[in-house]
């Protein structure tokens, strides 16, 4: 069922997801970009370069967040903007748990022709993760 512009108000509260992060995500995701940079999958390489650990992907943290949204319009193709600032790196040890990624998501602006703004708060291990995380949707 798709969301109705009439239905939403500033301050509608989008329904948060976790998503885990394990050392095998990084290896598909790596696999499926042809992103291969060793922080991604090297520890050695990743704490040379002065990194705490193996770091997710910048591009699959933002992915990872912008479901919120699209789980909650049920239409990717609603999706007509989005953007974010990279603000800290996702650790993800080789501990067999990995790291999670905690995303909330508010209305908080309504624009013309049926769309809104959503603004999205990323945090992973107690730290914001992504900042000026918003994305323009059009509703039904």
Known sequence: MAISFDEVEVGTVLPAQSFPVT?????????????????????????????????????????????????WVGDPGAV?????????????????????????????????DRRVRVDLVAMSGGQKVLGMSRAVVRLA
Request: aromatic content about 8%.
């Open 23 to 71: 050392r095998a995500t990084l290896v598909r995701y790596a696999g499926a970009s042809g992103d291969f940079n060793p922080i991604h999958w090297n520890e050695k390489f990743a704490l040379e370069v002065g990194l705490p650990d193996v770091i997710a992907h910048g591009m699959f943290t933002m992915a990872e967040a912008i479901r919120v949204v699209t789980d």
């Open 80 to 112: 007509v903007e989005y953007g974010v600032r990279f603000t800290k790196p996702v650790p993800v040890p080789n501990d067999g748990v990995g790291a999670v990624i905690e995303v909330s998501g508010k209305v908080a602006a309504l624009l013309d």
